[in-house]
């Protein structure tokens, strides 16, 4: 279309004109010319309206040299529905979307390949509904079972935890879209977020809870990330000096933009000094809009510069960070891939990370698969025929459909078998056991050859009403690790009327099994599995689908036994706005296997249809570097998968280090009989810790032990690295 430039003058055939050029910017230095041609142009109240918020998921723009306004979205599994100003302005674009898995899940698959999947579809999504940064990946360690968001984040491990994180953020990214890493940076609990004070090591700080957004920024390329609400050793995080300028910033090299948690900046001058480029909130408690000029930085920061208080370089190198990542996915130059939405194809992507993240933890006797033999089906529970997509807080997701496991159980049944239903218990918080609907559930495990019970955990059933009956969700913790809703004693009671019994457990972590584990011959772990998730459950009990998922954190057996609550702190006290991390290194499986405490569940651990060998294994080490060669055979009947897992434990170390560490796997695919030599590289900082005496990574000459094998609590092959 042919554009005159008689139409246009000053500012605006300026603007036009470098429309044009943004399209050809490719290197950072291209894209940074760019952005300080439109940074020169700016006024002083123009540059301000880019750094805070213009409505409830937007931050301004300034329409006069082309720069939309910033749209952002929730979405770690995917694009959340509309809202505020963005559900008046949708333009009738469907408000629903692909309902993928949630973090977990896609963590327990081992399977960065499915993490980079993961986030093409999300970031496709957002695209096609007109969003420039997706709130995601969440990837807080989960260091306490009890926390109500571990459903949004991956693992307790920070390696896992990176190397999923890298997949994702690229597969969003690749798409156009920004990808926003978060929370930065220990938010591991929800009660109080936005009050309490962390305090913890430093050493703790650098091994276990930066590891994952340091892969973020350095690898994984990631454009933005999002402050948490919390307090670190007495600072606001999302305006914190250490965290964000000295660490983030300085030290990794971070070119994109800080964005706060909605609501978590208290102080104008520390948002301004301490590194937050965005400021996002909302305030619609008294059902007004607010008025966003008047936000941390809002017209405070015109008048601080322009009474000489506040130098305008701070505010350049805000805008500019913005500007770098809309230049980056081309949110000026609307040149962004266009996207797709809810395709085929991202459906059977939903499907195939819920087969392979969905974990097989016990399977006595072979009670699974089920075979043909097996004519009917008693499927007990809530959860099995509840969806699940509205609940969880900011992460709710309006999915175009979800099958349910009674669904998926009666799609993928064969001919002749009969499936009966009993709901077995209420969704109801303090509720108790429901006699009469625990006596019906009995009664049809006892007329059936096999009783499924799906049960667990709960998001809670919309937005507005999460935090009633939520244990999973955003802004709520759980009380204790007891199963609610009296499902202890269905689960007994079911047993008893029929041992052929086998327990799901749909919920973002652990659960005390303590009353029934025993003996209850086949559990699985579901998490909250997406929309696919009662088709890939019927697959994997029926045997179609060969299940390969592995628990990225441990399963204490009960509270007491989790190590934040042993060694370290857990703010359930009114009174308490500081939580210690004084469980230190020791998160999940490093206290488990260094204090000698046997889980319910190990980190790694996860059960296949088939069987796996461990053999040949070498161990060549030079310059600070080791190379790990072995080989794993299927040795069964039926193809699988098995997750190699590698560790690493230092023989003499000047500081104490875990038992054991994560520094590297593969998930290896096999047919039967098939055997496949595996090869991983252990570089340096597979051997280093933080010495927090001398404040720096260190590498201590000597021997370390290479441990190989399908969890942590299971080491196959052993051999040794001497640096």
Same mark, same amino acid.
């Given at each position: 279309m042919k554009i005159s430039r008689l139409l246009y003058s000053g500012a605006a055939l300026a603007a036009l004109l470098l429309q044009q050029s943004i399209a050809f910017a490719q290197t950072d230095a291209d894209v940074y010319q760019k952005a300080d041609a439109l940074l020169k142009q700016m006024t002083l109240q123009e540059k301000v309206s880019l750094i805070h918020g213009s409505s409830s998921f937007t931050s301004g723009g300034v329409p006069r040299l082309g720069i939309p306004e910033w749209v952002m979205s929730d979405g770690p599994h995917g694009v959340r529905l509309e809202h505020g100003r963005t559900y008046a302005d949708s333009m009738g674009i469907a408000d629903a979307s692909t309902y993928l898995p949630t973090g977990v899940c896609l963590a327990a698959t081992w399977n960065p390949k499915l993490g980079y999947a993961f986030g093409s579809v999300l970031g496709s999504e957002a695209a096609y509904r007109g969003k420039d940064v997706i709130l995601g990946p969440g990837i807080n360690i989960i260091r306490s079972p009890l926390n109500g968001r571990n459903f949004e984040y991956q693992s307790e491990d920070p390696y896992l935890v990176s190397r999923m994180a890298v997949g994702y953020i690229k597969g969003v990214q690749d798409q156009g879209v920004a990808a926003c890493v978060k929370h930065y940076a220990v938010n591991n609990i929800e009660t109080k977020r936005t009050s309490i004070n962390v305090e913890l090591s430093e050493r703790a700080l650098r091994e276990i809870y930066l590891s994952g957004f340091k892969a973020a920024v350095q690898e994984g390329g990631v454009y933005t990330l999002m402050g948490s609400y919390n307090k670190v050793r007495g600072e606001w995080a999302t305006h914190n000096n250490y965290l964000m300028n000295q660490i983030l910033k300085k030290e990794w090299g971070f070119k994109g933009a800080v964005i706060s948690d909605w609501g978590a900046v208290h102080n104008t001058q520390q948002a301004?000094?301490?590194?937050?480029?965005?400021?996002?909130?909302?305030?619609?408690?008294?059902?007004?809009?607010?008025?966003?000029?008047?936000?941390?930085?809002?017209?405070? %920061?015109?008048?601080?510069?322009?009474?000489? /208080?506040?130098?305008? +370089?701070?505010?350049?190198?805000?805008?500019?960070?913005?500007?770098?990542?809309?230049?980056?996915? @081309?949110?000026?130059? #609307?040149?962004? #891939? /266009?996207?797709?939405?809810?395709?085929?194809? @991202?459906?059977?992507?939903?499907?195939?990370?819920?087969?392979?993240?969905?974990?097989?933890?016990?399977? *006595?006797?072979?009670?699974?698969?089920?075979?043909?033999?097996?004519?009917?089906?008693? %499927?007990?529970?809530?959860?099995?025929n509840r969806p699940q997509g509205l609940g969880g807080g900011s992460s709710q997701i309006k999915a175009f459909y979800e099958v349910t496991a009674l669904e998926g159980l009666k799609r993928q049944a064969a001919k002749g078998v009969k499936i009966t239903y009993a709901q077995g218990y209420k969704i109801e918080r303090g509720a108790q056991a429901d006699a009469a609907m625990i006596k019906q559930a009995a009664d049809a495990a006892?007329?059936?050859?096999?009783?499924?019970?799906?049960?667990?955990?709960? @998001? !809670?059933?919309? &937005?507005?009403?999460?935090?009633?009956?939520?244990?999973?969700?955003?802004?709520?913790?759980?009380?204790?690790?007891?199963?609610?809703?009296?499902?202890?004693?269905?689960?007994?009671?079911?047993?008893?009327?029929?041992?052929?019994?086998?327990?799901?457990?749909?919920?973002?972590?652990?659960?005390?099994?303590?009353?029934?584990?025993?003996?209850?011959?086949?559990?699985?772990?579901?998490?909250?599995?997406?929309?696919? =998730?009662?088709?890939?459950?019927? =697959?994997?009990?029926? =045997?179609?689908?060969?299940?390969?998922? /592995?628990?990225?954190?441990?399963?204490?057996?009960?509270?007491?036994?989790?190590?934040? @609550? %042993?060694? !370290?702190?857990?703010?359930?006290?009114?009174?308490?706005?500081? %939580? +210690?991390?004084?469980?230190?290194?020791?998160?999940?499986?490093?206290?488990?296997?260094?204090? /000698?405490?046997?889980? *319910?569940?190990?980190?790694?651990?996860?059960?296949? &249809?088939?069987?796996?060998?461990?053999? =040949?294994?070498?161990?060549?080490?030079?310059?600070?570097?080791?190379?790990?060669?072995?080989?794993?055979?299927?040795?069964?009947?039926?193809?699988?998968?098995?997750?190699?897992?590698?560790?690493?434990?230092?023989?003499?170390?000047?500081?104490?280090?875990?038992?054991?560490?994560?520094?590297?796997?593969?998930?290896v695919f096999l047919q039967p009989g098939e055997k496949k030599q595996v090869t991983l590289i252990l570089n340096q900082d597979a051997f280093q810790y933080f010495n927090d005496v001398t404040n720096n990574w260190v590498m201590e000459k000597g021997n370390y032990d290479i441990l190989v094998g399908g969890a942590s609590n299971s080491i196959n092959l052993t051999g040794t690295a001497t640096l």
């Open positions: 301004l000094w301490n590194g937050t480029d965005v400021e996002m909130g909302t305030d619609l408690s008294l059902g007004k809009v607010p008025d966003y000029r008047k936000y941390f930085l809002g017209d405070t %920061v015109v008048a601080l510069v322009k009474s000489g /208080k506040t130098p305008e +370089y701070i505010i350049d190198d805000k805008v500019r960070r913005i500007l770098y990542v809309m230049l980056k996915t @081309h949110v000026i130059d #609307k040149q962004r #891939k /266009k996207g797709s939405f809810n395709t085929k194809e @991202h459906q059977q992507t939903a499907r195939k990370i819920a087969e392979e993240g969905i974990v097989l933890l016990k399977n *006595q006797n072979n009670i699974l698969p089920l075979t043909s033999k097996v004519k009917s089906i008693a %499927v007990i529970g809530f959860n099995a006892s007329k059936a050859e096999v009783a499924v019970i799906v049960g667990g955990w709960t @998001h !809670g059933y919309d &937005y507005n009403v999460w935090a009633d009956n939520a244990y999973d969700a955003e802004d709520t913790d759980k009380p204790n690790m007891n199963m609610p809703f009296g499902q202890d004693e269905l689960i007994k009671a079911v047993l008893k009327a029929n041992p052929k019994t086998i327990v799901v457990l749909i919920g973002g972590g652990p659960i005390d099994m303590t009353q029934w584990a025993q003996n209850t011959p086949g559990i699985i772990q579901a998490w909250y599995p997406g929309m696919e =998730g009662g088709n890939a459950l019927a =697959g994997i009990i029926y =045997g179609k689908i060969n299940p390969s998922g /592995k628990l990225p954190m441990s399963f204490p057996k009960t509270l007491a036994e989790a190590p934040d @609550h %042993v060694l !370290g702190d857990f703010p359930n006290s009114k009174d308490s706005n500081t %939580v +210690y991390y004084n469980d230190d290194i020791y998160v999940g499986y490093r206290y488990f296997d260094t204090y /000698k405490v046997e889980p *319910q569940f190990a980190f790694g651990h996860g059960l296949s &249809y088939t069987q796996f060998a461990y053999s =040949g294994m070498q161990v060549q080490a030079a310059n600070g570097k080791a190379t790990v060669t072995f080989t794993v055979t299927n040795t069964g009947k039926t193809a699988g998968a098995e997750v190699a897992q590698v560790y690493v434990h230092q023989e003499k170390s000047l500081l104490p280090r875990p038992q054991k560490e994560l520094k590297a796997f593969d998930k």
